[in-house]
Structure formats: C-alpha cells, structure tokens
C-alpha cells in the first residue's frame, strides 16, 4: 500500500474523506474518482464506469460536507448546519425509489435513484454518510495517531490507534526501534 492509494476498508463516508490524506487529494481527475470507485464497486453498484467532471465535483462537494460534519463530531462540537443541509441536499436531488419486480417466482424489492448520474452519485454517498452520522458507532471515531496522519477510522478494538497497521503502524514500529536502539548504543 503506497501513500498514492486510497485506504479503504472503512464505512463508505470514511473511506470517501481519507481520499483526502494530509497535504493531498486522491480525487483530482476523473480517473482518479474512477479509481476509487472501482475500489468500491461492491458498495457503489450502478456508479459510473467513467466519471465525468460534474460526478468528480458533486463527490467533492459531499465529501466537504461530511469532513466538517466528522470534524465536528472529533472536537465534541455540533456538526455545521450547512453542511449537514449541504447532505440533506445531495440526498434529496436523487431520491430512492423502491422498485418491486418479479423474480424466479417471487417479487424483489430494488432500489433506484431518479436524477442524473452525478446526483446519484452524490445521494449515494450523503445518504451513506446519513447512515454513519446517526450510528451510534460514530461516537468511536478516531483520527490516526501518526503525526504527519490526518485519516480516520472506527476501531473495532478499542486499542486501535493507527489508521492501518500496514501504513502508519508499521512506521510507528519502526521508529520506536529506531529510537531504542539508537539508545541503546549512545
């Protein structure tokens, strides 16, 4: 894993603002925003196969609204009311529709979003990031440990501390080795 590639494991709206780490933007093309949708195409289906310029700014703008929110949240703060209307906002111009079809014998019931591809797009990710928000689980939510990390994630234990064990854990480890043996030796 490179500092280049998106962390993702996360629920979708904490994977969606780590694209942003410390002093870079890993959604500044539209390829790029292909690129990490891909990532997510098992929780994303139906997003666009090659994201234009409008999907790359409504994914921008959400992406805006849930940072200040979960910034918000860290600093024990009520989360901006603009950008919680700014997601009520992404959510309402693409409503879900459920859909009921027959299927082999039975009726499914699907879900559609009206509207155009980056409203979709955008109501997808807002209405994700609805879901985090009101979660009691958010009340976990933790910033990376590293210094130079701005990254966030829930902890399933409550020891977690690094944003990945791979990415900063692993720098962690080092330098505590580092500075033990340096130590040692002076």
Known sequence: MTESEP???????LDLVNTRPAGADLLQTPEQLGHWLRLQADRLPG???????????????VREHISAALDALLDDCRPPAAALRGLEAAVSAAPAVRRLTWTAGSLVATVAREGDSSARLAATLA??????????SIARLKRCAAEDCVLLFLPAHPRRQWCSPERCGNRARVARYYHRHKAATE
């Open 7 to 13: 962390l993702i494991g996360e629920p979708l709206p």
């Open 47 to 61: 997003a666009p196969g090659r994201p234009s310029r409008a999907d790359l700014a409504a994914v921008h703008a």
């Open 127 to 136: 209405d994700a990031a609805v879901d985090l928000l009101t979660d009691p």
